[in-house]
C-alpha cells in the first residue's frame, strides 16, 4: 500500500524568472542564509569574534562605530573577522543548482497578501587597497554596488540616496572626493573636485590617446599636455595652490618616504561641504570635442607638481617623432639632473625607460614602458585638475586607481540580492 500523503503540499525546486530565481510563494530564505544586521542574503561571509556570520559589508560597517556584538549586544573581544569558506561554498552550489534547501516555510506572512521575490545576480566592484602602509585601508577592501558610492574624508550633509559613504583618514583625500557609479552594465568613477587628485592606472600594452589638458603623473611627478603656446591657458589648479601651500606631493612607490600636505583647509568649499568649481574652468576641453586630440604644430608637455622639484613649470616639445619619459638622461623628458658632474635622478620611483609618446594617425598617444617592458610604478591619468569636477572614467575589471595617494586595484564579483517580482513578471507561474 502506498503511504497516505502529507497535509503539507510537495515543493518543488524553485522556478528561474526572467534571469532571477523565483523564491516560491508562501517561503522564505532560511535564516542561516541571512545576515543578522541587514536580513539579506549573505554574498561575503565572514565570522565575527561572537561566533557569529555575517555579510563583510555590514559587519565592517558597523564595528567602525561599535565594539560589541550586533547579534547578542555583548562586548566583542576583538574586531577581526575570519572568512566562513565553508558557508560559501554551500551558498554558491545551493544557488547554483537551484536548490530547495535554500528555503523554508514562510509562517510569519498570515492573511497578508504575498509579494513574489526572485533572487537575481548583481554586479559588484572590490577596491582593495595596496597601500601605503600607513593608510588606515591598507589590506583591506571596500565594495561598490549598483547603487555607488561616495568617498572622502568627512560624511555629507546631504542624502547620498542609497550610496555608501567610504571614509578616508589620510592627508592627500578631500572631504569629498570621489564617486563611483554604475550605468550600463559598467562601472565608472569621477574626482568631485580634489585637492589631491584621482587616478587611473595605465594598462600594460594599452595606448591612450593624449587629448589637450590632459595630465599624467609618473612617480611623483605630474605633466600635463597642450599645443605650444598655450601652455598657461591650461589650468591645473597647482598656481592658486601654490599660494595656499596645499600642493600635493604623491609618495614615492619604490619605498622612498615622503610626505603629503593636508588640504583640510585650502579647498574651496560650500555651505554642504560640496567643491566650490567656476564655470569656465577648462571648459573648453571636453571629452567630446574631437578638436582636442588634434595637435597641427606638436605636442607641448609641461611638468606642472611636486612643488619644488627642478623641473617644475619646464616645457619639453614633442614632435611626431615621438618622445621617451624615464630617469636616464638620454630620454626626450629626463628626471635627473647634474649635479658636480654627476647625474642624479629626481624620482627614484621613476624607471630608466618609463613610458614613451608616439605619433601616428594624425594623433598622439601614450604608453606605460618602452619597447614592451613597462616601468615599475605605473604611468597614471589624472582626471581633472586640482577642485575640478571631472568626467566618469569607465572602471575596467582589473584596474587600479588613486585616490590621492591611497592605491587599490579593482575587480569584478557578482553578488545575489533579492528583487520584488513585478506584476507582469508574475503572469503565467503556478501559485
Sequence with gaps: MSSPSSSKPVRSAPAKKNGGLLIP????????FLCPITRLLITDPVIASDGHTYDRPAIERWLKTHSTSPKTGS?????????????????????SS?????????????????????LVKENVLVCKCLGPVESQWNGKSFRANVQGVIGGRRRPKEETEGRDFIQFSDATVSRRHFEIKFRS??????????AGGTFVRVVKDNEVRVKRGMMV????????????GEESEIKTGVKEASEGDGTVHNPDFGGE?????????????DEEGNTQVPNDYNANLSLDDEDNYHFPSGLSCKCFAPEGTPIQGKIYPVTPSGATLGRKTCNSISFSQTVDSNVVGLDSSISGEHAHVSYKGGSYYIQDGKNGRSSTNGTWLRLSPMHKVSEEFEITNGAEILIGTVRFHCFMEEQVVEKDVETDEEGGEDN
Aim: charged share 30%; aromatic share 4%.
Design 217 to 228: 603623473m609618473v612617480g611623483k611627478h605630474q605633466l600635463v599636455f597642450s599645443r605650444p
Design 185 to 194: 552594465g559598467s562601472f565608472y568613477v569621477m574626482d568631485l573636485g580634489s
Design 25 to 32: 510563494l508562501g517561503m522564505k530564505l532560511r535564516d542561516e
Design 257 to 269: 618616504e615622503s610626505k603629503a600636505k593636508s588640504h583640510s583647509d585650502d579647498e574651496e568649499e
Design 75 to 95: 562586548q566583542l573581544p576583538t574586531k577581526s573577522l575570519v572568512p566562513n569558506i565553508t558557508l560559501k561554498r554551500l551558498l554558491s552550489d545551493l544557488l
Design 98 to 118: 537551484s536548490s530547495p534547501a535554500l528555503f523554508c516555510e514562510d509562517t510569519g506572512s498570515g492573511d497578508l497578501p504575498l509579494q513574489r521575490v526572485k
